[in-house]
């Protein structure tokens, strides 16, 4: 069974995911779709992340709130 979504997002990010799909997936019926699931499924996280080998590797004077608002300031 198969779930619709609608999402209202800017015309250049919706440009750059249709150029990054079709050049990722081809020019074919369902690149887009494919795209996106990948994309989705990423998100989510198929498996599970190890956390305790990801502890104090980034060496920053920052807090954890700043380096991921700068993160996300800068995917634009």
């Known amino acids: 069974m198969n779930e619709s979504i609608k999402i209202d997002i800017s015309k250049v990010l919706a440009s750059k995911f249709w150029d990054k799909a079709l050049t990722t997936y ?10 996106l699931e990948d994309l989705l499924k990423k998100y989510i996280g198929v498996g599970e992340v190890d956390w305790r080998s990801l502890r104090g590797s980034i060496k920053s004077d920052k807090s954890s709130l700043e380096l991921q608002h700068r993160t996300l300031v800068r995917t634009d």
Do not use: P, Q, V, W
Request: glycine content about 20%; cysteine-free.
């Open 26 to 35: 081809g020019y074919r019926k369902g690149a887009f779709r494919k795209a």
